[in-house]
């Protein structure tokens, strides 16, 4: 009796655990899905990069990050901001 109980509520944590994980409504942590969306691949300089917006409360500018060991596996091919303006040949940062 005991065991059938123990059995059904795990079964309903991992059910509700799948259920929360699948919706993907925490916008705030990066998670893969999220990383997708906000990091592009630039194959001038062959970097990933984002564009990083200051929040509420961040003394900040707003900035373009450049990663130089990111996967680009899935992400969008678009110039980054630097190798438009010029500022950068390919490889150096």
């Keep these: 009796m005991i065991e059938h109980i123990i059995k059904i509520t ?3 944590r991992i059910k509700e655990r799948l259920k929360y994980k699948n919706k ?3 916008r705030l942590s ?3 899905g999220q990383a997708d969306e906000d ?4 194959s001038k300089c062959e970097q990933c990069w984002e ?3 200051k929040g509420n409360g961040n003394k900040q500018p ?3 990050l450049h990663y130089s060991n990111f996967v680009t596996f899935g992400k969008k091919r678009i110039i980054c901001p ?12």
């Design 30 to 32: 990066r998670v893969g």
């Design 51 to 53: 564009y990083r917006k």
């Design 10 to 12: 795990t079964e309903k």
């Design 24 to 26: 993907n409504n925490n």
């Design 82 to 93: 630097l190798c438009k303006n010029n500022k950068t040949k390919k490889g150096l940062r």
């Design 39 to 42: 990091v592009m691949y630039c």
């Design 62 to 64: 707003d900035r373009v």
